[in-house]
């Protein structure tokens, strides 16, 4: 079996280095500090898979199974024994996921678990070592391959399937793939869920039974080990935290000179701060300030992105230019220079 230790989800200790914002820079509400000492690189520790993970286990050989987990709970590691157990008894196993980008990333990770002489994967863009016990595709391709196999009169070959980011059964526009491979997939396929924001697992396990025939396990687990802190990132520039029974007159953020007139350079008298992206590379100053990065930013459309990140070029290249001279001057310090004897 390999190693899963590295997968210790119980991630509670504090870091050993000072925590981001420790030293709050003027302007900062004090109350961060409080969110702050939670945030770090914990230590170490052995590895205890949580109760909810073996029962899962558990479940998966007699019936189908739905896991609900918040994010950073470990789910995909009971994908991982699911998937040892198949590879063990000479079977094999489909991991379907939505994006392409976490499929290869799977891809990526079960390589190094499985081995790549048992992994093959099978997106839009790839595809690879197709005959492996193991394979990692969109769910896309899975539906497809449920397709080709009824057309041909043929039985998919897998022992063992995985949903991950099950959730999308209720996309508008996407949930008919996950519908229609849950209703295709052969019932002598057990089928495991995985998901962080289903509502209605109950409900979404009584329809499968009624379609596959099949007994559908829920695997619920409400305990967060990630736990999630709102921030509010107020346009003056200014950090303050979203807390219960703070006075809104004690939560009034203090202008950051910069980033305000950074805004308001850009702010049309006709135009709401709703319509328009906010001064990316000036929250970034900002974020770096309170050694808040990296940070992911969601935004509604491919067009924002594009002018979010045209927005943080600059930035970007004066921080790369500084990196740069902070290397050639180590170069160039004598100190620094490998002493070399004949």
């Known amino acids: 079996m390999p190693d899963f230790s590295r997968k210790h989800h119980r991630r509670r200790s504090h870091s050993r280095k000072p925590p981001p914002g420790a030293n709050l820079t003027p302007g900062a509400d004090s109350k961060l500090k409080r969110i702050f000492a939670s945030i770090g690189t914990p230590e170490k520790k052995q590895f205890t898979p949580d109760p909810f993970q073996l029962d899962a286990l558990k479940v998966i050989p007699k019936a189908d199974c739905l896991v609900t987990a918040p994010t950073g709970s470990g789910k995909t590691w009971i994908a991982e024994q699911a998937i040892q157990k198949i590879l063990d008894n000479r079977g094999k196993a489909w991991y379907a996921s939505p994006l392409k980008a976490l499929s290869n990333a799977?891809?990526?990770?079960?390589?190094?678990?499985?081995?790549?002489?048992?992994?093959?994967?099978?997106?839009?863009?790839?595809?690879?070592?197709?005959?492996?016990?193991?394979?990692?595709?969109?769910?896309?391709?899975?539906r497809n391959q449920l397709y080709d196999a009824m057309h041909r009169g043929e039985d998919l070959s897998a022992d063992f399937v995985i949903l991950d980011e099950a959730h999308f059964l209720g996309d508008e526009d996407r949930g008919v793939v996950w519908e229609e491979t849950m209703i295709?997939?052969?019932?002598?396929?057990?089928l495991l869920m995985l998901s962080a924001t289903i509502g209605n697992a109950r409900q979404i396990a009584d329809w499968l039974e009624s379609v596959r025939g099949r007994k559908c396990m829920v695997i619920e687990e409400s305990v967060r080990p990630v736990p999630l802190f709102p921030v509010f990132l107020h346009p003056s520039g200014t950090?303050?935290?979203?807390?219960?029974?703070?006075?809104?007159?004690?939560?009034?953020?203090?202008?950051?000179?910069?980033?305000?007139?950074?805004?308001?350079?850009?702010?049309?008298?006709?135009?709401?701060?709703?319509?328009?992206?906010?001064?990316?590379?000036?929250?970034?100053?900002?974020?770096?300030?309170?050694?808040?990065?990296?940070?992911?930013?969601?935004?509604?459309?491919?067009?924002?992105?594009?002018?979010?990140?045209?927005?943080?070029?600059?930035?970007s290249r004066e921080e790369d230019l500084d990196r740069q001279d902070m290397r050639l001057s180590r170069i160039n310090d004598p100190r620094t220079l490998p002493i070399i004897s004949r």
Do not use: W
Not at 106 to 130: A, C, H, M, Q, V
Not at 302 to 313: P, Q, V
């Open 239 to 315: 950090l303050f935290p979203l807390l219960e029974g703070i006075p809104a007159e004690k939560s009034k953020p203090r202008l950051h000179a910069k980033v305000y007139k950074t805004i308001h350079s850009r702010q049309s008298p006709r135009l709401s701060y709703a319509y328009q992206l906010p001064p990316m590379g000036a929250i970034l100053e900002i974020l770096r300030k309170y050694r808040l990065l990296p940070a992911i930013f969601f935004l509604k459309s491919r067009a924002d992105c594009d002018g979010a990140l045209a927005m943080c070029a600059s930035h």
């Open 184 to 190: 295709y997939l052969p019932s002598r396929i057990p």
């Open 106 to 142: 799977k891809y990526g990770d079960f390589s190094k678990l499985f081995g790549p002489e048992n992994l093959g994967i099978l997106t839009g863009d790839r595809k690879e070592n197709t005959d492996a016990p193991i394979i990692v595709g969109t769910t896309e391709i899975l």
